[in-house]
């Protein structure tokens, strides 16, 4: 268990349609990660925050996509009039002193654009 | 620009054998190289290496960085079924606290 869960697991959407992900890190966890991964590829990074400030945010990450991470607790990412490109997994990641510095993922959220 | 690459692309053997996992990087501002283990899921985190020719071992699987040679090697001994999977590695940074990952060695270990 790496402390961090992801919903839902699963979500399939009709295009044009907007969709909401939540990552809820233990509460130690001052540093999360937003990650989009389709198949064959590597995780790309796509946002990251220090507690609730947004500190970098992907080229990837078009004006259709927001994350907010409210009182730096948990984070929602948000994709908006979803693309048949969008279909991915969205991994959520965090990274705190007290693991050292390691990334550790949550489950994930793979997300199905029809 | 920041990359990681992963050779070989996949690999297929028979159990019991041996195999090296490649990993070399070019990244400005180098902070640490980790490996990571993918079976269909989100990845999984194997090892976190910061320092040069100090091998990390946890069973059958160990690794080891060369700072010099900007790479790292993940090796499987003895390997089994449950070995198969998709090896991740990325290398971190200290600006921005970023995680550049490659695109992964996919192994397939047969009985």
């Known amino acids: 268990d790496t402390g961090v869960s992801q919903d839902p697991r699963h979500k399939i959407t009709k295009r044009g349609q907007n969709v909401t992900f939540r990552c809820d890190p233990i509460?130690?966890?001052?540093?999360l990660y937003w990650y989009r991964q389709t198949l064959g590829q590597g995780p790309e990074f796509l946002t990251y925050?220090?507690?609730?400030?947004?500190?970098?945010k992907s080229r990837l990450l078009s004006d259709r996509f927001s994350a907010e991470r409210p009182k730096g607790s948990f984070s929602t990412l948000e994709i908006q009039r979803t693309e048949q490109g969008d279909s991915a997994m969205y991994l959520c990641?965090?990274?705190?002193?007290?693991?050292?510095?390691?990334?550790?993922f949550g489950s994930g959220t793979q997300l199905s654009v029809l | 620009e920041d990359k990681v690459v992963q050779s070989p692309l996949s690999l297929v053997v028979h159990e019991g054998d041996t195999v090296t996992l490649n990993c070399s990087y070019e990244?400005?501002?180098?902070?640490?190289l980790l490996w990571y283990k993918q079976e269909k899921k989100a990845p999984t985190f194997l090892f976190m290496l910061?320092?040069?020719?100090i091998e990390k071992k946890s069973g059958r699987l160990s690794s080891i960085l060369d700072k010099k040679e900007l790479s790292s090697i993940l090796n499987i001994t003895a390997t089994q079924t449950g070995d198969s999977a998709i090896y991740l590695c990325a290398a971190g940074v200290h600006t921005g606290n970023q995680f550049y990952f490659g695109t992964g060695t996919s192994l397939t270990v047969i009985p």
């Open positions: 925050f220090q507690n609730e400030a947004q500190l970098e």
């Open positions: 990641a965090t990274l705190t002193r007290a693991t050292n510095e390691k990334l550790f």
């Open positions: 990244v400005t501002n180098f902070r640490s």
């Open positions: 509460s130690e966890h001052n540093r």
């Open positions: 910061t320092s040069s020719g």
